[in-house]
């Protein structure tokens, strides 16, 4: 049984001079080792929940916080946000305004150069962090230079240098093209297989989390719709409309198919088992 | 030629830096017509919509829009014919208002007071912002700026839209709507140009496809037959539809009539291929 | 076309310790606003195109930053041959001096051309010699070199930050420009001069707007990256001052003091 990674107890927040709450009363556990997917409509407070885990919120965003969010036993309120960004690392959207440096290695090595750990150290995780993120033949580049796909593998690996044991990434392939999307989820799973790493993902694409994500958080004006597994979410039809959310397309298919009075025998969510159960259907003799 | 809307012939493109980014294109868009642009990044898309818009001229070639050569019109007067919504709304917006935003375009075209006002309104309610006309633009949400941009372009009256990335940061409704709002205005016969990476949108929205690699045209067909070709597609790393994948999987044991664009189609079709296989068990028990 | 954004490169210059190439800049700029006589400034001049063509740095850069300058120069040149007094008139007053309060106006001096073009070339100098170190200084190495002479790794990156937002900024605001010619805005195109100012906020706002929003999400980043967490910051990367930085700095220092010492001989 997993241990409870992130808590979070009746978490409320709204940006400062506004009155309007973006984040409303939430709890959730999340366990170490969880990939987790946070989904709803654009305002529904995503970015905002993923600053409250690395302690963007309350330190760099002022405003009014209430509960507690307690990430690896640290409170993130009475900790800083470099003590944090040692447990959370943090992918933003846009691969250009998170890259700071000329050199791919530079970019890597920037967190834990604020740290002020020794040089040797630091050349070591950026040695491996790349190696993960399969970027070492570019370790010399400028990051100007990569592709999109490319840049957002080296946000991840900057992110990871700094050996945290979640990483939170808030939409990190909704400017990237379908392989640039791809090579980032590759990443990514392999990240959670190889170290337990547990993975908080702000994202649109259904039918990668569909593949991936052990649960969904459902998020609608900053209060949780929903918190199950992808399974569940997917096949919950006034759900999905209620929130805008698009279910992988063989979800689709197979609600449409209930609708007209004809379901499958089960609710697939991944093409291969769509492949399967479609067949399976189709060839069941009638009684 | 006077329903050829966009006619390009033997362009090619060359940046100062030396890289021939568009290789002989050749491609004739009618009016009316709903064309989706897809390939790789750097395959030249952008490029090839900056020569249609006047904001690159050809190395070699030409493009003509609505049967006139556009070598030596200003961007600003193609602008009136070729409407283009940019792929980050952000860069556009600037007014006070969402109404002063949108009046922008006609005002330049110096029409008169009340011809603005009625361009503006017809706008607003295309896009069904009418409610939000004396918003403060950055204030609105991501999918509402994107819309305030489109209306400002639509109020310019332009035949053809040329739409770069709608969805880039979108969410499932604001996708949704751009589209829906494009396709309403090609009903009313506008041509329609989208460049976009979401192969779902391209099938379900789209009847001619034109896939660029490299800088060339690899495909160019109706939207059906291009997704026919997988491998085709494949070599420069495009993927069907989810659906328009799994219903070619199901082809050898499942009868399917052809290539798949949505999920509606497959459904249909599947339960009318049950209908009757039940029917023959019926009739044959 | 930023005569800023680093330019990869192998020459001398290029391999020179940023802290030599950031004082070597204040000396020469100090020297060039001192210096008024012609020819050593001239003599700067062309030791400034002599360095860039060692440090490989590409000539055409400089093709499209002449073209702004050139209308610049133009009317300092023309202010200063219209207004200087001098000994050697080439005109004679369009306005006679009987003409109470601008009598005398309109006369075109020999003296005030040749200050105007003074003027023009300490400038153009001037403007040559930064990129000579912002283009071929990487980022983090002009940082390290700041911090090391003694500025708060703070202060380094704000400052390198600053001076790297200026090739966004060019950029950007080509891509509005672009985008707001792509709304019927005609002035950019072929508009009067007094149109284009009043077009301006068009292509202000976006831009302001946008970078309001890149700092906060940059904010953001450097935040996750823990930045400011540590009183001190380690680099990877290290500099440290070689005998070709030392005899570079020596030359700039003796070649600005023969060029002191000219101009006031002469």
Request: contains cysteine; glycine residues 8%; hydrophobic residues 45%.
């Amino acid at each position: 049984m997993a241990e409870i990674i992130i808590k979070i107890e009746n978490l409320s927040y709204r940006y400062p001079r506004t009155k309007k709450w973006v984040l409303k009363d939430i709890n959730l556990e999340i366990k170490q080792g969880e990939f987790l997917a946070v989904m709803g409509e654009n305002g529904a407070g995503k970015t905002t929940f993923c600053q409250c885990i690395n302690g963007v919120i309350p330190h760099s965003q002022r405003g009014k916080m209430k509960g507690r969010v307690i990430v690896a036993g640290i409170n993130t309120v009475e900790s800083s946000v470099s003590r944090l960004a040692q447990q959370v690392g943090m992918v933003l959207e846009d691969p250009e305004t998170q890259l700071f440096t000329t050199r791919v290695r530079d970019e890597v090595a920037f967190g834990p150069e604020n740290l002020n750990m020794p040089v040797p150290e630091i050349l070591e995780r950026v040695s491996w962090a790349l190696k993960d993120v399969r970027l070492e033949q570019h370790a010399d580049r400028q990051p100007t230079a990569l592709s999109g796909g490319q840049k957002q593998r080296l946000a991840i690996a900057a992110a990871i240098a700094m050996k945290p044991k979640i990483l939170v990434l808030d939409e990190p392939t909704s400017q990237l093209d379908p392989v640039g999307t791809e090579e980032v989820f590759t990443v990514i799973k392999a990240l959670k297989d190889e170290y337990g790493m547990t993975v908080i993902i702000a994202t649109h694409k259904s039918e990668e989390i569909a593949k991936f994500a052990d649960r969904i958080l459902v998020l609608k004006e900053g209060q949780v719709q929903a918190l199950a597994s992808p399974q569940e979410i997917f096949s919950n039809t006034k759900l999905l409309k209620e929130n805008w959310i698009r279910s992988p397309q063989v979800s689709e298919l197979a609600t449409y198919l209930a609708e007209q009075g004809c379901p499958l025998s089960s609710f697939p969510i991944l093409p291969q088992e769509a492949i399967r159960l479609l067949t399976h259907w189709y060839e069941e003799a009638e009684t | 030629m006077s329903d050829s809307a966009i006619k390009i012939e033997n362009l090619s493109y060359r940046y100062e830096k030396g890289s021939l980014a568009l290789h002989n294109i050749n491609i004739e868009i009618k009016k009316g017509e709903f064309v989706g642009i897809i390939g790789q990044n750097g395959a030249g898309k952008s490029t090839l919509l900056k020569n249609i818009t006047g904001l690159l001229r050809p190395t070699t070639g030409r493009v003509q829009v609505n049967g006139r050569d556009t070598i030596n019109v200003p961007v600003s007067d193609l602008a009136l014919e070729v409407g283009f919504v940019l792929q980050n709304p952000d860069r556009q917006l600037f007014a006070a208002t969402v109404m002063e935003e949108v009046a922008y375009g006609p005002k330049n075209m110096g029409l008169s007071q009340g011809q603005i006002k009625e361009r503006v309104d017809y706008a607003l309610n295309a896009v069904g912002l009418s409610h939000l006309r004396e918003a403060f633009p950055p204030a609105l949400s991501k999918g509402d700026r994107a819309k305030v941009v489109i209306a400002s372009v639509l109020a310019m009256g332009p035949q053809i839209i040329i739409l770069d990335e709608p969805t880039s940061g979108q969410d499932y409704r604001g996708c949704y709507q751009i589209m829906d709002i494009a396709q309403e205005f090609n009903k009313r016969g506008h041509t329609l140009l989208v460049v976009t990476h979401h192969m779902a949108l391209v099938a379900e929205y789209t009847n001619r496809t034109v896939v660029l690699m490299n800088g060339s045209v690899l495909m160019d067909a109706s939207t059906r037959e291009v997704f026919s070709h997988p491998d085709k597609l494949k070599m420069t790393h495009i993927t069907p539809p989810q659906i328009t994948q799994v219903a070619r999987a199901l082809q050898p044991r499942i009868p399917l009539s052809g290539t798949i664009l949505n999920v509606k189609e497959l459904g249909d079709e599947l339960l009318a291929l049950k209908g009757k296989k039940r029917g023959r068990v019926g009739s044959a028990g | 076309m930023s005569l800023i954004d680093y330019f990869p490169g192998d020459s001398s210059i290029h391999k020179l310790d940023p802290r030599v190439k950031v004082v070597a800049l204040l000396i020469i700029t100090v020297s060039i606003f001192i210096i008024s006589n012609f020819f050593v400034i001239a003599a700067f001049f062309l030791a400034c195109l002599a360095f860039w063509r060692v440090s490989g740095l590409p000539f055409k850069k400089i093709k499209v930053f002449l073209k702004f300058l050139l209308s610049l120069f133009t009317f300092l040149t023309l202010m200063q041959a219209l207004f200087l007094p001098g000994e050697h008139y080439l005109l004679n007053p369009l306005i006679p001096k009987s003409v109470p309060l601008i009598g005398g106006l309109g006369r075109i001096s020999l003296d005030g051309i040749v200050y105007g073009l003074l003027l023009s070339l300490r400038l153009l100098t001037l403007v040559l010699f930064m990129p000579l170190v912002t283009m071929t200084t990487e980022i983090n190495t002009l940082a390290l070199g700041l911090v090391k002479m003694g500025l708060s790794y703070k202060i380094a990156y704000m400052t390198t930050t600053a001076i790297n937002i200026i090739p966004t900024f060019q950029n950007e605001t080509q891509v509005i420009m672009d985008a707001q010619k792509m709304r019927g805005l005609t002035v950019f195109e072929k508009g009067r001069m007094l149109d284009k100012f009043k077009a301006y906020p068009a292509l202000v706002v976006p831009l302001v707007i946008g970078a309001m929003r890149r700092a906060q999400l940059m904010g953001v980043a450097m935040d996750a990256r823990a930045f400011g967490a540590a009183k001190t910051k380690t680099f990877i990367n290290d500099i440290s001052i070689g005998f070709l930085d030392l005899v570079a700095l020596v030359a700039v220092l003796v070649f600005c003091g023969i060029g002191l010492a000219f101009n006031f001989i002469l």
